[in-house]
């Protein structure tokens, strides 16, 4: 696979685009996964469908069409969620929904034959041109560094959001400006994992490095090199086997994450009894 990114252009893309995707999946993927906002950002991925139906549509690029609905979705559910009156479940159903639906009519109204829409559902990280790529490092950026000069807001607001407030710190600002990475954050994965299946890469290298340590920020660098491992590894089984890179990609990050939960659920199981058995004799000497 070496020498076919060296050669080839779309390998390249394919190349930085996996950087990319798993920098800012692994920053804002622990964020997701310590604040239980799983649905809430497979919401958000699915109703950006709407934008991409709409960009073919008025003929314009569908991943600005996404970005576009997903910033919307995120805004909205955040605002009718503060305001109360509807369960948060409920409201992202709807929203999730509605934007496939629209994606679809969208698409329908189209004249002439209907595009190949399997790329933005599933991922073709092969397909990965250079505006998008181009699209993808200016989001990228903007996460990081927004992550990084907040990370202290960040760090209390995850942990203690009551405390958070008490202390001056702006909650309601940080809740919405996360809903907009998160939006950002998809935009990103979408051509890497495709809205059905970015829900798997959000949160996969995250959960795995939540096994492996408690500190945020060790969490977040580790969540960003088993990102870059699975999506390297994936790219280059997609690449071999000829089979579709988002499933490749996320079909291996689960498994690993299930490998290391099963690990870690043994070890502490060994060291649960071990501890009972050294209880148990310290009783019987005393």
Known sequence: MIGAIIDY???????????????VCGIIGVIIVEKKLVMMSGGIAHTSY??????????????????IFAIAAALGIGYIKRKGGVRSDVL?????????????????LMPGYPPDLSSYLFGNILAVTKANLRLMLILSGIVVFVIVALFNDW???????EFASIVGIKTTFLEYLLLVLIAMTVVVLIRVAG????LALLTAPA?????????LKRRMIYSVILGNIYCLAGLW??????IASGAAIVILSVVCYLLFYAVHSIAGKARSRKLAACHEESHKCG
């Open 50 to 67: 709407g934008g991409v139906g709409l960009g073919y549509l008025l003929g314009f690029e569908p991943i600005i069409g996404a970005f």
């Open 237 to 242: 089984l997609s690449y071999e086997l000829n």
């Open 207 to 215: 959960a795995t490095s939540e096994i492996l340590t408690t500190n």
């Open 92 to 108: 992202i159903g709807l929203f999730w929904s509605l934007g496939m639906a629209l994606g679809i009519l969208f698409v329908a």
């Open 155 to 161: 760090k209390a607001y995850l942990f203690d959001e």
């Open 195 to 198: 809205i059905i299946l970015v």
């Open 9 to 23: 252009q779309f390998m390249q893309n394919a190349f930085f685009a996996c950087i990319l995707a798993s920098i």
